[in-house]
C-alpha cells in the first residue's frame, strides 16, 4: 500500500466497516448521508448495520477471506468493535488503511497494556497488577491490599469477566468466576471516586484533534444507563480530562476516534479507567447536542476531512434502553410515550430479539440546563419502561 497517508477520501469512496452493531448503524447512517457507500463486515444475518449499507461480508471477524474481501470493497476501513481480530488487520492493511491501526486495537484489547500504556504517557490509574495464577493473585491482593477487582486482561465489558474482592473470603469466589473465562487477569485497586467521567477524542490522519465536551455516567448492573453532558464539574477537571484523552490520542497514534473513560477522584484527580478506539455509548447525545456527531466525527476523521466543531450547543442527557426496559422498542406505546416529553429524541437500533442486559436503543433529551435534560430523559425511560 504505497497512497498518500493524508490524502482525503472524499464523497463517493466506499467505507469499510468492521462490525455490524449500533455504533455502525449510526455511523452508515451519518455515512450515506455525506455521500459514501458502506461495506460492513459481520457474522449476524440481519445486523443494526447492514440495514443501511450498501453491501454485508456476512463471516466470522477472523475469516481472513472476508477481512481480505472488505479490504478490497473498500478504500478505507474502520470499525466499531475493538475486539477485531489483530493479525487479519495486518493482512488487511496491505491493502487499504485500516483506521485506527491494529497496533491501538492490541493496546485497547489487553487491560494491563491499556494501564501500561498510560502510565508510560503520564496518566494516571488505579494501581494495578497483572495475574496469571492463583498465586500471583494472592500476591497482587497483598501489594495492592482490599477491596480491589480481578478483570479478565481480554474481552468482558457492560461488566462481564470481573469480580469484586473485599475481603480475604471473596478470594476464591471471585478467583473460580474469573479464571473459568480466560488465562491473563488484571487485579485493580477499587477507587473510590466522585463520578465517573468520559471525553471522546478525535484524532485524523494529519495530526488534527478534537474533544467532545466531558460526559458524566451512571451505570446499573455494569451497564451505562444515564449519561449527562456537560459533566458536572469545575472548569479545572473537564480541562484536565480532555488533556488526558488527547495525550493518549496522541501517544497511541489513533487515527479516528478515541473514547477514554476516566474516574474523578475525592481529590479532584483523573484516573483512567479503559479507552475503546471506537464511537462510545457515551457519545450518543452528540447526534443531537452537538456541532458535530461522534460518529460524522469519525468519519471525518478516518477519511482525512477536517474535523467539525464538537461543541456542545445545549445541554443534553442520554438514557439507554435496554431489552428489559422497552423490548425492541417497536410497535410499544410506551416508546411513543416517551417522545411526549420536550426536545426528546428517540433512536431504535433494528435488532430483531431483544434480551436483559442488550441495548436496543436510546433516548435524548436537550434542555437549558444539565439537570433539566436529564430529569426529561428518565421522565421519557419511564414511559417507555412503564407501558408493556
Request: charged share 25%; aromatic share 4%; with cysteine.
Amino acid at each position: 500500500m504505497t497512497a498518500d497517508a493524508t490524502a482525503p477520501f472524499l464523497p463517493g469512496a466506499t467505507l469499510g466497516m468492521v462490525g455490524g452493531g449500533q455504533l455502525g448503524r449510526m455511523f452508515a447512517l451519518e455515512a450515506r448521508r455525506m455521500g459514501y457507500q458502506v461495506v460492513v463486515l459481520d457474522p449476524g444475518e440481519d445486523t443494526p448495520a447492514a440495514q443501511f449499507c450498501d453491501r454485508h461480508v456476512r463471516a466470522p471477524f477472523e475469516d481472513l477471506d472476508a477481512c481480505l474481501e472488505l479490504a478490497r470493497l473498500s478504500d478505507v476501513v474502520t470499525l466499531e468493535w475493538e475486539n477485531a481480530d489483530v493479525a487479519t488487520l495486518r493482512e488487511m492493511e496491505r491493502i487499504v488503511p485500516v483506521r485506527p491501526g491494529p497496533a491501538v486495537l492490541e493496546v485497547a484489547q489487553h487491560r494491563v497494556k491499556e494501564k501500561d500504556a498510560a502510565r508510560r504517557l503520564g496518566v494516571l490509574t488505579a494501581e494495578y497488577r497483572a495475574v496469571g495464577t492463583r498465586q500471583e493473585l494472592d500476591e497482587a491482593l497483598r501489594e495492592i491490599g482490599a477491596p480491589a477487582i480481578l478483570k479478565t486482561a481480554r474481552m468482558g465489558y457492560d461488566g462481564k469477566g470481573q469480580a469484586v474482592i473485599r475481603g480475604a473470603g471473596d478470594v476464591d469466589e471471585a478467583w473460580n468466576a474469573v479464571s473459568a473465562m480466560g488465562s491473563e487477569f488484571i487485579l485493580e485497586a477499587m477507587v473510590s471516586f466522585r463520578m465517573e467521567v468520559s471525553v471522546i477524542c478525535a484524532r485524523s490522519a494529519t495530526g488534527e484533534t478534537a474533544c467532545f465536551p466531558v460526559a458524566e455516567n451512571e451505570h446499573r448492573g455494569g451497564i451505562l444507563h444515564l449519561t449527562r453532558c456537560p459533566a458536572r464539574v469545575s472548569d479545572e477537571i473537564a480541562a484536565e480530562a480532555m488533556r488526558v484523552a488527547t495525550a493518549l490520542a496522541e501517544g497511541l497514534g489513533v487515527v479516528g476516534l478515541l473514547a477514554v473513560e476516566m474516574f474523578v477522584d475525592a481529590d479532584g484527580r483523573i484516573l483512567v479507567n479503559e479507552i475503546a478506539p471506537r464511537p462510545h455509548n457515551s457519545g450518543h447525545h452528540t447526534i443531537e447536542a452537538c456541532g458535530v456527531s461522534q460518529f460524522e466525527q469519525q468519519l471525518r476523521a478516518v477519511c482525512g476531512l477536517p474535523l467539525g466543531s464538537p461543541a456542545l450547543l445545549r445541554p443534553a442527557a442520554m438514557v439507554n434502553l435496554m431489552g428489559e426496559d422497552a423490548g425492541t422498542g417497536l410497535g410499544r406505546a410506551g416508546v411513543a410515550d416517551a417522545l411526549r416529553v420536550p426536545e426528546t429524541s428517540l433512536h431504535l437500533y433494528g435488532k430483531g430479539a431483544a434480551r436483559p442486559g442488550r441495548k436496543m436503543g436510546h433516548l435524548t433529551s436537550l434542555a437549558g440546563d444539565v439537570d433539566e435534560a436529564a430529569a426529561r430523559v428518565l421522565r421519557g425511560w419511564e414511559a417507555a419502561t412503564r407501558h408493556g
